[in-house]
């Protein structure tokens, strides 16, 4: 997650992951954080989902594409990130 005050930096940072469609990413869901208390502050949410820890290990690490997005959100004005790595225990979808 991502602390950007300014509206049109957090449409900017959302704009820069529909660059990045690598086939190690299994999923993406990107958007902004809905005006409330339990936002605590952050205003950009992402999910990123990968088939494996070496493939986000790689994303992080190595990629060519996401080394180029975290410079495009350190000029937008970050004021925290937060990021939290977990292995989903239990998933329930639409009926």
């Known amino acids: 997650m991502f602390k950007i005050p300014n509206k049109e930096n957090q449409a900017k940072l959302i704009a820069a992951y529909a660059k990045d469609g690598k086939p190690y990413i299994k999923s993406l869901i990107v958007g902004s954080a809905e005006e409330d208390p339990r936002s605590q502050g952050y205003t950009v ?13 790689f994303y992080d690490d190595g990629c060519p594409a996401h ?24 998933v329930r979808g639409s009926p």
Request: charged residues 25%; proline residues 3%; glycine residues 8%.
């Open 45 to 57: 949410v992402c999910k990123t989902e990968f088939a494996s820890m070496d493939d986000m290990r």
């Open 67 to 90: 080394s180029e997005f975290k410079a495009t959100a350190r000029g937008l004005g970050v004021e925290g990130i937060m990021t939290t790595y977990f292995t989903p225990e239990l």
